[in-house]
């Protein structure tokens, strides 16, 4: 059964506020899941995320069946900045990248910066 969460959305760095919705296939079960699904839709990192239920501050494993969270129930999510979520995380999977091409060298210290980005191109 589909359902909906609103939120608002409240940027310290830029002083904005807005209101917005989710659809969900079934109400999320813990915090997590919301924040998750706030960063995927509203570019929000849920790591800058303070996500609030009924003045209540909610952490990621927070089970959302006991703050009696319906469809239709409003959370207000509060973050420092906004940014894109895709390339932050395309630069984390290129370091991740150069870390294990470093990994496989004999000597990393033989290495040298630039043969190494060559190495991943």
Known sequence: MSCHLDFVLECSAT????TKKIQFQTLPCVASQVME????????PACAQTLTYNSTVLRGSENLRDH????????HVSYLSEGDCADVKEVVEWLREMVEALERCPDPDAISSSQAVQDLS
């Open 37 to 44: 699904a706030v960063e995927a839709r509203f570019s929000v």
């Open 68 to 75: 009696l969270v319906r469809s239709g129930d409003t959370f």
């Open 15 to 18: 002083k904005t506020r807005s």
